[in-house]
Every structure is written in structure tokens, then in C-alpha cells.
């Protein structure tokens, strides 16, 4: 999951890298937030989708992953309540 710093950078990747796809709403919603507010909006965001893929069974982890924001790595982190790392569920996984 990429976290997005501002609302070009989401019209970026979705213009110009090959096989990334992101939808319309985040783009304009990224694009509603003052741009000295888009960074935290783009946490907003990863943490909105980490909370919906924890409600799909199997998912186990996910790949955090930014450009020139490594702090936003952190505070979704922290913020996702996978810091300190959780401990692996004693049920293998299938």
C-alpha cells in the first residue's frame, strides 16, 4: 500500500506507472484537503484501508510503502496498532 504525501503524487502514480491503479475518490479526496494537510490525509486514508483489510479473512499482513515520507510509514504503523508487532496467531495459516 502506497501512502500518498499529496494529491499529485496520486495522479501520478495513476497516470504514469503501469499496473498501479487508484481510484477517482481518493484522487478527489486527496485533492479536497489543503496541501499542507494532504500528507495527513494520505495516512488517513492507509489507515481507513488497513481497518477493511483486517475484515478479510486470510489477510495477514500488508506492505507499507511511500516516496519521500518515511515518517508517514511510522505513524500508519502506530497508528494501525501494529507497533510493537503483534504476536502471530497460534492457527496455522491455510
Do not use: C, K, W
Amino acid at each position: 500500500m502506497f501512502i500518498p504525501r499529496t494529491a499529485r503524487a496520486t495522479r501520478y502514480l495513476r497516470d504514469m506507472v503501469p499496473g498501479i491503479d487508484v481510484p477517482d475518490p481518493v484522487i478527489e479526496r486527496m485533492d479536497s484537503v489543503p496541501a499542507p494537510r494532504q500528507g495527513d490525509e494520505g495516512v488517513a486514508i492507509a489507515l481507513e484501508l488497513i481497518q477493511q483489510l483486517r475484515e478479510i479473512e486470510g489477510i495477514s499482513g500488508v506492505h507499507l510503502m511511500t516516496i519521500r515520507n518515511e515518517e508517514a510509514i511510522l505513524r500508519v504503523v502506530e497508528g494501525a496498532g501494529l507497533f510493537p508487532r503483534p504476536r502471530p496467531s497460534p492457527e496455522p495459516v491455510r
